[in-house]
């Protein structure tokens, strides 16, 4: 079921729920704090010896309106469910 299908079954309940937010699914992945996942690896290949490579706009991490440079070799992170063990 889908967030916006909740959010409305929720309303017609008569309300007190709100839906989560994409930052509410993935803050506490990020910041170590989820109860059930835990960060395993983080990859990143360093940028190839394209002329963009070294501008401060690919690299400064931040989404820019006007083009999509920020989105290329993007920071891949996997989890793990705790208590599972991992093998490199």
């Known amino acids: 079921m889908s967030l916006n299908v909740l959010g409305s079954l929720a309303m017609a309940d008569g309300g007190g729920f709100e839906t989560p937010t994409t930052a509410d699914f993935y803050q506490p992945l990020l910041d ?13 290949s360093p940028p190839g010896a394209a002329v963009l490579a070294y ?16 989105k290329i070799n993007p920071e891949i992170r996997v989890f793990a469910r705790r208590g599972v063990e991992v093998s490199p």
């Open 55 to 70: 501008g401060s706009l690919f690299r400064n991490g931040v989404e820019d309106d006007f083009t999509n440079l920020d």
């Open 32 to 44: 170590g704090t989820h109860p059930d996942y835990r960060l395993v690896a983080t990859f990143k």
